[in-house]
Each structure stands twice: as structure tokens, then as C-alpha cells.
């Protein structure tokens, strides 16, 4: 009898290999077909079982149950051919889902329903947040001028006052008629009016009366620094230092005007007794508005009560900074 050896075993030597391929029963590519349908029909099972105990999970815990998917039927098995087989015949396993996959589906599109109410409050938040911000740097930028006040350039605690004005103008004058009256004595000395030995001692007081107003002589009197001529000097130098600081103050944003934006921090700031210096500032006269210490000192009250709501501002602006960083990062 003729035996077909597609395979070209060796008859002589593999005797078992030679009465299978005579029944007929061994053939590779039979055998092959034969494991492929056995394996799909083993996953589709095992797939069935996995479902309902999936479906079971979820009816005992109150959720909807997913549909079960639909397991894949065998395809009929292609005729063997007598055509040598390869080595390994690939087969296409499908990849169903598992059970615990299919119970955390409902998780996560609860988690995802969650995460999607959340989101517009969370962006809510940001951008009030953000646009705070933004209101308290326009605030910081525009004020930062009272980080470099000087209290002492305005309040001019040692200002001299009308009383030792008039006490110094009082000695001037007392000094003046001085002059004037040993000076008339030594004229009526020349005119033999009076004695010459009082005549002599009044010309010499008079002249050094006189020589008590030149500069280099004056530096050693006591009272040289009580004059009414160096206390003019003085209130002319304290006023002029602090008009400079008040224009350094206000400079190109005009500073008083610019802190009514924090009125709503510090009530005192909108008082009406501060309307027309605000308003001078705005329209930049404010330095032409304050020409007395009086002004200047008014002017310093104002700007302590802005000092005072600056230090919330800059509190504030920390506090949201580290909010943003803290809880928007990334």
C-alpha cells in the first residue's frame, strides 16, 4: 500500500509515526485544528462563568449591572489538507474583559461624574482667586511708595514754633535799640553834652554790639543758635525737606489718590475731612495745597491710616499667593 509522507518521517526508524499517519488519526494539522477549537471553546466558557459572577457582584451591591458580553462561538474547523503544517499555527485569542474590570467600570464613571461636578467650582475658585490677586497687585504696585515714608521729614518735630519767633525777635529788637542808644550817648560825648569817660565807654559798648552780628564772633554766643535770623533759616530748610518728600511720595501715580483703591480696608480713608486733599492730589496740585507744617502733619495722618490698610493688602496678597500655590499647583 502507497503512504502519502507529506511530513518525509523516517517510515524505518519512527514505527509509531507510520501506523498513526495509516489510521489516520495523527495527522498534524488535524491535530492542531483540534487543540485551536478545544482552546476557544475553553475561554468561552471560562468568559460565561466570569460574567455572571460579575453580574451577581453587582446585583448584591445596589449598582446596575453591565450586559454580559456575548462569548465567541468556534468557527468550523477547515478541512485538512495534505500541505505540511508550520511549526506553531498562530491563533487569535480574544481578550474579554475579567469580572473585576467590569465591576470597576461603574467606579470609575462615578469617579470620573464626580471629578466633572467638581471641576467648574474648583476653576470658580481659581479665578476669583486669581483676579484678587491681581486687584491686590495693582494696589501694591501703585502704594509701594509708603515703604519709604519718614514720619520725622513730615511730622517736623523740631520745627520751631511762633513762641520762639517772638521771643527771638524780641531780643533782635532789644539788641537794635542797644546799639542805638549807646550810640547816641557817644554822640552827645562828641558834642560835650556828657562826660567823655561815659561818652568813651558807650562808643565801646556800641561797637561791640555792633561786632556781635558778624558771623565769625556770633558762633561763640550762646544764643546764637536761638537767633530769629538762624530760626527763619531753620523752618525754610524743614519745609523745603519736606515738600521734596512729599514729591518723592506722590511722584507720577500721585500716591494720596491712589490709596483711596484701598477705602474699602480702611474706612478711615474716605473721610470727608480728606476730600480735598485727595482731590488736589489727583489732579496733581497737592504740592502747591501743603505750604505749613500744619499741612505737612495732616498729611502724614493720611498717610498712617493708608499704612494701616497697605499692611492687610500685603497680608493678603501672602495668603491667596500661598492658596494658589498650595492647592492649584500643577
Not at 521771643?167 to 560835650?192: C, E, Q, T, Y
Not at 511720595?249 to 500716591?255: D, I, K, N, S
Request: charged share 25%; glycine share 4%; hydrophobic share 40%.
Amino acid at each position: 500500500m502507497k503512504i502519502h509522507n507529506p511530513n518525509d518521517l523516517d517510515l524505518d526508524v519512527d514505527l509509531s509515526a507510520l501506523r498513526a499517519m495509516v489510521r489516520g488519526d495523527q495527522h498534524p494539522a488535524v491535530q492542531a485544528v483540534e487543540e485551536h477549537r478545544d482552546n476557544k471553546r475553553q475561554r468561552g466558557q471560562n468568559s460565561d462563568a466570569k460574567g455572571r459572577q460579575a453580574r451577581q457582584e453587582e446585583s448584591a451591591s445596589g449598582k446596575p449591572a453591565l450586559p454580559a458580553e456575548k462569548a465567541p462561538q468556534p468557527k468550523a474547523s477547515p478541512p485538512a489538507v495534505n500541505a505540511r503544517p508550520s511549526a506553531s499555527m498562530p491563533a487569535t485569542v480574544p481578550n474579554p474583559k475579567s469580572g473585576a474590570e467590569k465591576k470597576a467600570a461603574p467606579a470609575s464613571g462615578a469617579a470620573a461624574t464626580e471629578k466633572s461636578q467638581a471641576t467648574p467650582a474648583t476653576r470658580e475658585d481659581w479665578e476669583s482667586l486669581n483676579k484678587k490677586k491681581k486687584e491686590l497687585v495693582e494696589i501694591i504696585r501703585h502704594c509701594e511708595a509708603l515703604e519709604i515714608l519718614n514720619p520725622d521729614y513730615l511730622a517736623i518735630p523740631d520745627y520751631p514754633g511762633p513762641e520762639s519767633l517772638i521771643l527771638s525777635k524780641r531780643r533782635r529788637d532789644l539788641w537794635r535799640l542797644s546799639i542805638l542808644f549807646f550810640l547816641g550817648l557817644s554822640v552827645l560825648g562828641l558834642a560835650n553834652i556828657i562826660n567823655a569817660w561815659v561818652a568813651g565807654i558807650a562808643a565801646g559798648i556800641c561797637v561791640l554790639l555792633i561786632a556781635a552780628a558778624t558771623p565769625w564772633l556770633r558762633q561763640f554766643l550762646p544764643l546764637n543758635e536761638s537767633s530769629f535770623r538762624n530760626l527763619q533759616a531753620r523752618r525754610k530748610y524743614l519745609e523745603h525737606r519736606a515738600l521734596n518728600h512729599i514729591k518723592l511720595l506722590e511722584g507720577q501715580h500721585r500716591l494720596a489718590w491712589q490709596c483711596q483703591r484701598m477705602q474699602s480696608i480702611n474706612t478711615q480713608l474716605s473721610a470727608k475731612k480728606y476730600e480735598r486733599l485727595v482731590l488736589l492730589s489727583r489732579q496733581g496740585l497737592l504740592i502747591k495745597g501743603v505750604r505749613n507744617v500744619a499741612a505737612f502733619r495732616f498729611y502724614l495722618q493720611y498717610l498712617r491710616e493708608a499704612q494701616k490698610a497697605f499692611t492687610q493688602v500685603k497680608s493678603e496678597y501672602l495668603g491667596i499667593s500661598a492658596r494658589l500655590k498650595n492647592d492649584f499647583a500643577g
